[in-house]
């Protein structure tokens, strides 16, 4: 069994089920009421709520046993995630009475399928600083920066091709056969029309 989540739980190898959830919900009691304090103590107690919680699902699922209460929430979100169903995705969000990272991080995932890209942005640096470790999070985060980034880069070139499309909408006078004006134009044309009669009249 993984040893940092037993850690986490103050668990030996060997721990079964009902270990897991019993320190689970002692850790969970304690650090509930501790996250209301001002402070270091209160930031050190939302964070390790989520610690707790995500420990006490890997080592469940490492024993093949369902995950209850809010991991099956989290399941369910995801489901509908996967259906593209995001109404449902947030309808499950909205119900949760605690908003750990794992929380954040799926309400960020919908703001992104939302394409609201500022809104997912937010949601996973909470997440992150729920849970800094988690490497899920810290990797969603790079890939969203990637994507803002390029976005950003495309809708600055494209805004150069349309200012420079604008600046040379007008013909320069070298493109239009250098200084010619309009009277030299028609007395051009004038006698190229008189060349025409001419040359009928004499044939």
Not at 84 to 91: D, K, V
Not at 153 to 173: A, F, H, K, L, R
Not at 176 to 199: K, Q, R
Request: glycine share 8%.
């Amino acid at each position: 069994m993984n040893k940092k989540n037993l850690e986490i739980l103050g668990l030996v190898d060997g721990a079964n089920a009902d270990d897991i959830n019993a320190a689970y919900e002692r850790l969970k009691e304690k650090y509930s009421e501790e996250r209301f304090k001002d402070g270091e103590i209160g930031n050190n107690a939302a964070r390790m709520l989520t610690r707790i919680e995500t420990a006490r699902d890997e080592l469940l699922e490492e024993l093949g046993e369902a995950v209850d209460d809010g991991g099956d929430k989290f399941g369910a979100v995801e489901k509908y995630l996967r259906e593209a169903n995001l109404m449902e995705a947030q309808r499950v969000l909205d119900g949760f009475n605690e908003r750990g990272a794992e929380w954040h991080y799926l309400q960020s995932v919908v703001f992104y399928r939302k394409n609201w890209i500022n809104e997912s942005k937010k949601q996973l640096e909470i997440a992150i600083q729920l849970d800094g470790d988690n490497a899920k999070y810290r990797e969603a985060y790079r890939k969203l920066n990637e994507k803002i980034q390029f976005d950003a880069n495309q809708q600055q070139q494209q805004q150069q091709v349309y200012e420079g499309q604008t600046m040379n909408s007008q013909p320069s006078d070298s493109q239009m056969g250098g200084n010619f004006c309009a009277n030299c134009i028609e007395c051009c044309y004038l006698n190229m029309c008189l060349n025409c009669l001419c040359n009928g009249c004499c044939r």
